[in-house]
């Protein structure tokens, strides 16, 4: 098992800057890609940004491409999401997630989530 708590959501104006952390706990962190998704209200979840195990591969979704990075620190058993030029659009529950796989981009590839963390982007 893997337990994944995330933090640093929090209430911003557009065109601000948050990153979000997701510490782990568990297996060993370094075995598993992560990744961050998110999910706005009557919206399904989606795929935001994915990291592999080393950190030497990553991938994002179009719409956060250029604005958000992720990265991780394995010695800490974190991972983070570094969002600039926050849009109103991305108002969401943001969600991490841990895969077995080298990398991943779709939610049926994640073994193990977050709680999630409220990131509301105000205009």
């Known amino acids: 098992q893997v337990q994944l708590v995330e933090s640093g959501g929090g209430l911003v104006q557009a065109g601000g800057s948050l990153r979000l952390s997701c510490a782990a706990s568990?297996?060993?962190?370094?075995?598993?890609?992560m990744g961050w998704f998110r999910q706005a209200p009557g919206k399904e979840r989606e795929f935001v940004a994915t990291?592999?195990?080393?950190?030497?591969?990553?991938g994002y979704a179009d719409s956060v491409k250029g604005r958000f990075t992720i990265s991780r620190d394995n010695a800490k058993n974190t991972v983070y999401l570094r969002m600039n030029s926050l849009k109103p659009e991305d108002t969401a529950v943001y969600y991490c997630?841990?895969?077995?796989?080298?990398?991943?981009?779709?939610?049926?590839?994640?073994?193990?989530w977050g709680q999630g963390t409220q990131v509301t982007v105000s205009s």
């Open positions: 997630a841990a895969s077995r796989r080298n990398i991943a981009t779709i939610i049926p590839e994640y073994d193990y």
């Open positions: 568990g297996r060993t962190f370094s075995n598993y890609a």
């Open positions: 990291i592999s195990w080393d950190g030497g591969l990553t």
